[in-house]
Every structure is written in structure tokens, then in C-alpha cells.
T-cell receptor, first 116, second 115 residues
Framework: AQSVAQPEDQVNVAEGNPLTVKCTYS??????LFWYVQYPNRGLQFLLKYITGDNLVKGSYGFEAEFNKSQTSFHLKKPSALVSDSALYFC??????????????FGAGTQVVVTP | NAGVTQTPKFQVLKTGQSMTLQCAQD?????MYWYRQDPGMGLRLIYYSASEGTTDKGEVPNGYNVSRLNKREFSLRLESAAPSQTSVYFC??????????????FGPGTRLTVL
């Protein structure tokens, strides 16, 4: 069975400082990993995904994520946070076992608060 | 392109009432999904439709039914609403979940309260 964990309910960071949102996963096959962001009263917006290739994936709004197979992690990062980055962030995973695809499994979400 | 649209945005029901949540996508996607979002639990899959004419249960299907009306539209019905169904409901669509690059795109959500 696949699962994904976001160990922090909330991350607080000052504007201009680096932002990291943690995500770890568990799959039985090859993992395909996604980050989504949800602004207040809005739907989820796709940020980036890891399918294969380079472990560092670049996405929208200056975000990037690093895939680490040995640590089964896919942490989201931004070098310099903005107040407008304050939102709820979701990590998600799906795996492939042979010809069978798992459904997209979401973490519980991490609230990011960026203070001026 | 509007992407994924959902109606209504907000709804208040009394226990036992029924309602249908509507979802439509204009991206010519094959697959559509219904999720519910509850605090601290992320998004949980209720039902999905891999392609027009097919529907399958997700993680939490009890108390819900779905209809894939055509390629564009996928509705979620609550036959007899219960307070436990108070949640935010999201519809999503994707091109082809059998492809590794498949990405789901989400609607703005429906906030449902059952009293």
C-alpha cells in the first residue's frame, strides 16, 4: 500500500528566508510524486512533479523539490519565501506495480505562514 | 479555458436531504475524480471515472453515488445527507492515469454543511 506523510502541521518562516516543507512516502513500486498548493477558499493548484530523471525538480512560482530515494523523501523548497506563499501545501504520491497504477494518495497538508 | 468548474460553491442541507454536486471540465480529459477534504486528513478519494461510461469506488464511497454524464461532466449525489458529510468537496480531472506523467487538475470546491 502507498502512503505519504507530512510531519509538520505548520511551518512558520520570515519573508526572505528559505522555506522547506517536508514530505516522506512509502510505496511498493516506483514512486511518482507531486506537490500541490491551496490558497484560502480556492482549489488545489499543481506546483511540480517527479516522474523520473533529475532528483531536483523545478516548478511554478520559484518552488523546487528534491527527490531522495534512500530517505524516501520529496521535500518542497523555496530559496526566499514571500508573504504570498502563505497557503496549505499538499504532497501526493502514486506508484506503479507492473501494469497497475495506484491512485493519487495525499498527505494531510502543511500550513505555511510567511510573516513580513 | 475554464478548466474544472463546480457548482454550487456553498450549500447548507438538513440531515436527510438530498443534493447533487455538479462538475464539468473543458480540457478533454478522460478521467474525473471526486474528493472530500477534511481538516488534518488531506484529500480522500470518494469515486472516480477512468473514462466515459465507467465509475469506480475510491477510499470513502459510502453515502455517495456518481454519474459520468458524458466526457465533460461528472456529478456526485448525496441521497440522504448526514452531518458526517460536512466537508469541502473537490472535483478533479486528468488526461490518462495509466501514463506516468498524468497530472490531476482541480476545481474550486464546494463547501457543504449538513445540519
Amino acid at each position: 500500500a502507498q502512503s505519504v506523510a507530512q510531519p509538520e502541521d505548520q511551518v512558520n518562516v520570515a519573508e526572505g528566508n528559505p522555506l522547506t516543507v517536508k514530505c516522506t512516502y512509502s510505496v511498493s513500486g516506483n514512486p511518482y510524486l507531486f506537490w500541490y498548493v491551496q490558497y484560502p477558499n480556492r482549489g488545489l493548484q499543481f506546483l511540480l512533479k517527479y516522474i523520473t530523471g533529475d532528483n531536483l525538480v523545478k516548478g511554478s512560482y520559484g518552488f523546487e523539490a528534491e527527490f531522495n530515494k534512500s530517505q524516501t523523501s520529496f521535500h518542497l523548497k523555496k530559496p526566499s519565501a514571500l508573504v504570498s506563499d502563505s497557503a496549505l501545501y499538499f504532497c501526493a504520491v502514486r506508484d506503479r506495480r507492473g501494469d497497475s497504477w495506484g491512485k493519487l494518495q495525499f498527505g494531510a497538508g502543511t500550513q505555511v505562514v510567511v510573516t513580513p | 479555458n475554464a478548466g474544472v468548474t463546480q457548482t454550487p460553491k456553498f450549500q447548507v442541507l438538513k440531515t436527510g436531504q438530498s443534493m447533487t454536486l455538479q462538475c464539468a471540465q473543458d480540457m478533454n480529459h478522460n478521467s474525473m475524480y471526486w474528493y472530500r477534504q477534511d481538516p488534518g486528513m488531506g484529500l480522500r478519494l470518494i469515486y472516480y471515472s477512468a473514462s466515459e461510461g465507467t465509475t469506480d469506488k475510491g477510499e470513502v464511497p459510502n453515502g455517495y453515488n456518481v454519474s459520468r454524464l458524458n466526457k465533460r461532466e461528472f456529478s456526485l449525489r448525496l441521497e440522504s445527507a448526514a452531518p458526517s458529510q460536512t466537508s469541502v468537496y473537490f472535483c478533479a480531472s486528468s488526461s490518462n492515469p495509466t501514463r506516468s506523467t498524468d497530472t490531476q487538475y482541480f476545481g474550486p470546491g464546494t463547501r457543504l454543511t449538513v445540519l
